[in-house]
């Protein structure tokens, strides 16, 4: 009797708010204050987000070239602009930050009971390789599956590149068979590899586990219709698999909601939609980079989510975005896609650009939009302890297959071409612009009334398709 009377105490006695306190879903626009109050401050960071540069500058893509950018804290939006042909209405190609939304669909899946961190891949699909079965739902949300991959992009060989041929060479037709048919280098769970293979094949077992319950049409009635995401394109590979690790596009503000969900703990409101524990897990280094890495350059991985952590056990000797707050983490894309979270400044950035030359970095630009804010009196957690390698980190062997030089550079040329004219809906002259490769042997023709686009590298010919508004287009 007394113990229960000192548990009802304790709960009487509880204060804390609820977990999903109802913070507002919608935001006021406090651009024109920011600008009133902060000129200094906004000529800086548009001096160095949106500088002003020449045609032969541009054309050899050279700089800092930011097409959208958003900064939020609390419910204003602090700061809104776009260039180079993009609006607020139009949809960018957000490459890498499509994993972190698998993500997601991960955790509602889990939250739904329709699948479990530790199931097996083939619980849900077939392996083409049927040694793959040992694969956990964890080991790919945490790049540790072990299976043979090469991440590899435009400035290494191509035909040794296991993502180049996943979307575009020998994978295209269905990327989970041709993922799960790949060899063996590690033991699950044991190191880490940044792998697009991994987030794709994850993205077919979530198919396989919420389509029965959610709709072939899942990511949508699972995740962007409760947070009112309307503005999301999700393209499919040839077996209607989602590519999970690459193909969404989404308006900034539509990619800031997201955000919002990460930096609310998961929480829309008062509806909470990732499991408790989510986001926390989520933004913690994971476990196979702690214990060794292949192919790694830099960065710090949680589960498909980039931190702005050292992993120690790996030899960082300083976080990797240099005085950005330790607490700030991000979905990250290609030619510098962000969606960034600072959860000590209560700060959404998103920002869309099209960099190729290294010219931007996430601690210049965290360090320009941080004064356009608030004081929040956050502290960031503490850095964690230091940590021993319990792997070994082994060097890349190159893969050993060719997918063709040519093949590659038409089925590119048309399936980003086709994305870029009907799905982001630029000009021709952005999109051939954008799809150039070097060598530049790829040429574009364009069919409005079709919406399709042929490539022709040399001898070699491919076609893409726009689909519908959600599915944007697909290689044939």
Sequence with gaps: ?????LSLTALAQDT???????????????????????????????????????????????????????????DKILYERYARGFTAEKPHLTWSASKTYTNALTAIAVRDGLLDLDDSICDHVEATNPDNCVVTVEDLLSFGSGIEWRETYENSPLTSSS???????????DMAAFISGAGRRAAPGTVWQYSSGDTT??????????????GDAFPWTALFDPLGIDGVVWERDGAGTYVGSSYLYSTPRDMARFGQLWRDDGCWGETPI????WVAQSTAISAPIQQGALDRTSGTQGWQVWLNQPVTALGDTAPPWGDAPTDAFAAQGHWKQRIAVLPSHDMIVVRVGDDRDGSFRNADLFARVVPLGEPTGIQPPPLPPPSAATGTLAASEPLRFDAGLLRLGASYGAKLACSCMFVMQQDEDYCRAWVRASPDITKIKFNTDDRSVRARALVVSAEARWIDERHGCTLE
């Design 201 to 214: 094949l994850l993205a077919a077992v979530l198919a396989a586990a919420m389509a029965p319950t959610y």
């Design 16 to 74: 804390s708010p609820p977990r999903c306190s109802g913070r507002p879903t919608t935001w006021t626009d406090a651009t024109a204050d920011t600008r009133a109050q902060k000129p200094d401050a906004i000529a800086a960071l548009e001096a160095w987000a949106f500088p002003e540069r020449t045609p032969e500058q541009d054309s050899a893509r050279q700089g800092v070239r930011t097409e959208g950018l958003l900064v939020i804290q609390g």
């Design 163 to 173: 993502v180049v041929s996943m979307l575009y060479g020998d994978g295209v037709d």
């Design 1 to 5: 009797m007394l113990a229960t009377l």
């Design 274 to 277: 990732l499991p408790e524990g």
